[in-house]
C-alpha cells in the first residue's frame, strides 16, 4: 500500500486523514507515529503560510514528501476570530473545550442571523524535491449557543450546519468526511498528487 506522511500531532486530524485517505489507497503515517517528532512554530500569518512552513520543515527533515493541514474556525461575528490562532484560543495548553467556551462567551448576546461562520484548512504538500503546492476547502456553519454531541473533535460541538440540521459533533465521521472544510480541500488536493508523486518518482 502506498504511505503518505501528515504532518500533524492532532489525533483529531490524524483519524480523519487516515478515513479520507484509505478510500484513496494509502496508508496514513502521522506525527504521532515518530517519536521525539519536532514541534514546528506557526510563525506565519496566514493558514496557506503556517500549512506551508510545517509541510517544509517536516519535508526537509524526513527526506519525503508530506502533506500539512493548518486549519481554524472563522467567527464573522468576532472579526474572524479565532482564525489561525484556533488551537490556542484559550491558552497554550491547545485545551478544545476551553477554546470552544471562550468563543460561546465572546457570542454571548449575539442574536442567532449573526452568528454565522466557516471552518478552513489549508493543506500543503511539499518534498524535498519540488515546489510545494497549496490547496483549501472550508464549510459554512452557525454558531449555536451549547455544545451538541460528541464526535469529531475542536469546535465541532459548537459548529451548526444548517443543511443537515446537526452540530458536526453529531455527525458520523462518514458523514463529516463527505462535507467537512478537511474532504472538500483534499478533494482539490487529489487530482494534483498523483503528478506530484509522479514528479517525485522521476527526482
Ligand atoms: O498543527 P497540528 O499539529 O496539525 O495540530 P493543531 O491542533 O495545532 O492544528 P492547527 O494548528 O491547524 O489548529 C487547528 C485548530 O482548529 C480547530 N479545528 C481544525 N479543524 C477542525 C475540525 O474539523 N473540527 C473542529 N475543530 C477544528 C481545532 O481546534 C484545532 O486545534
Ligand atoms: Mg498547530
Known amino acids: 500500500m502506498k504511505t503518505v506522511l501528515i504532518a500533524t500531532k492532532n489525533k483529531g486530524k490524524a483519524k480523519e486523514f487516515e478515513s479520507l485517505f484509505a478510500s484513496k489507497g494509502y496508508e496514513v503515517l502521522t506525527l504521532l507515529d515518530i517519536p521525539n517528532a519536532p514541534d514546528v512554530e506557526e510563525t506565519g500569518s496566514s493558514f496557506e503560510e503556517n500549512a506551508v512552513i510545517k509541510a517544509e520543515a517536516i519535508a526537509r527533515q524526513a527526506g519525503h514528501f508530506v502533506v500539512a493541514d493548518d486549519s481554524g474556525l472563522i467567527v464573522d461575528a468576532l472579526d474572524g476570530r479565532p482564525g ?7 491558552g497554550e495548553d491547545k485545551n478544545d473545550q ?17 452568528r454565522t461562520a466557516r471552518f478552513y484548512c489549508s493543506l500543503a504538500l511539499a518534498s524535498p524535491n519540488q515546489e510545494t503546492i497549496t490547496v483549501a476547502g472550508s464549510v459554512e456553519g452557525l454558531i449555536i449557543n451549547e455544545p451538541r454531541g460528541d464526535s469529531g473533535f475542536g469546535y465541532d460541538p459548537i459548529f451548526f450546519v ?22 472538500h480541500a483534499l478533494k482539490e488536493l487529489e487530482s494534483l498528487l498523483d503528478s506530484f508523486l509522479e514528479r517525485e518518482r522521476l527526482s
Not at 489561525?84 to 484559550?90: E, K, M, P, T, V
Not at 477554546?99 to 448576546?109: F, T, Y
Open 84 to 90: 489561525i490562532f484556533s488551537a490556542r484560543y484559550a
Open 98 to 114: 476551553a477554546n470552544l467556551e471562550k468563543v460561546l462567551e465572546e457570542l454571548r448576546g449575539v442574536p442567532e442571523g449573526e
Open 162 to 183: 444548517k443543511d443537515l440540521g446537526k452540530t458536526m459533533a453529531e455527525l458520523s465521521s462518514q458523514e463529516k468526511n463527505k462535507i467537512s472544510h478537511r474532504a
